[in-house]
């Protein structure tokens, strides 16, 4: 067997008309994720009566089973819930309008929350506490503390690994082809299946994830360098 360096070429350029759903599922998981991770991450930090046992709860379960098991349990179980509430109360709504690739969105936002949490979790914890008991001194509520003093740090510290998790959900994105959403990695399976050449589509399904990857870390270590400037008094 011989590799069709050729047909690397072919499979790369068919490969880019799956980036756009690979894009909406890795930017809605992680931005929808982010929002759940920190209000995961408060309810922990600030121990909210009641809620926080169920969002320790929440983290442990996610962390503790593989993303895969969590798009088949979103996939198989919400049509379940979502038919029978209609049935229940009378909607003329399913589950077949949901479009596939809201399942994948659903699933991975879910995901992305669980480990965000932890990382703006670790971020907030890295704030110094006697500047938010500075911040009460001159009046601060909460809010107005963790707004101005307490989250614009949190993140600043918890870049790098946000940037690690958003290259983690653009790889698990491929996922997706499970229950038929064409991205990148379903894209190439199905180039490969006209010839049998599933090798070379891989190659250029990697090539591309890796472009894709350097693109964001490039992103995110030009932002880190800003904030870092910033957070000296240089100019950003």
Do not use: C
């Amino acid at each position: 067997m011989r590799l069709d360096f050729s047909f690397i070429g072919t499979a790369f350029l068919s490969l880019i008309q799956a980036i756009p759903n690979t894009l909406y599922i890795t930017v809605v998981s992680v931005a929808v994720g982010f929002l759940i991770g920190t209000a995961v991450a408060l309810i922990r930090t600030y121990r909210v009566p009641v809620l926080h046992p169920i969002a320790a709860g929440y983290v442990m379960f996610i962390r503790g089973t593989p993303m895969l098991m969590h798009l088949l349990l979103i996939y198989f179980g919400l049509p379940l819930l979502i038919d029978g509430a209609a049935d229940a109360l009378g909607f003329g709504f399913s589950s077949a309008n949901i479009p596939l690739i809201g399942f994948a969105y659903i699933s991975f936002s879910i995901t992305a929350g669980a480990y965000m949490s932890e990382v703006v979790r670790a971020g907030i914890t890295a704030v110094n506490r006697g500047q938010i008991e500075a911040a009460y001194s001159i009046g601060m509520t909460t809010v107005q503390a963790l707004r101005r003093i307490v989250m614009p740090q949190a993140l600043a510290v918890s870049l790098p690994n946000l940037s690690n998790n958003l290259i983690g959900m653009l790889h698990g994105s491929t996922l997706a082809f499970t229950v038929s959403v064409v991205e990148i990695n379903a894209q190439a399976q199905i180039v490969a299946a006209t010839n049998w050449k599933f090798l070379e589509a891989y190659i250029a399904a990697a090539i591309l994830f890796w472009g894709m990857t350097v693109l964001i870390e490039r992103g995110t270590g030009l932002l880190e360098r800003r904030i870092n400037n910033y957070n000296r008094g240089g100019v950003a």
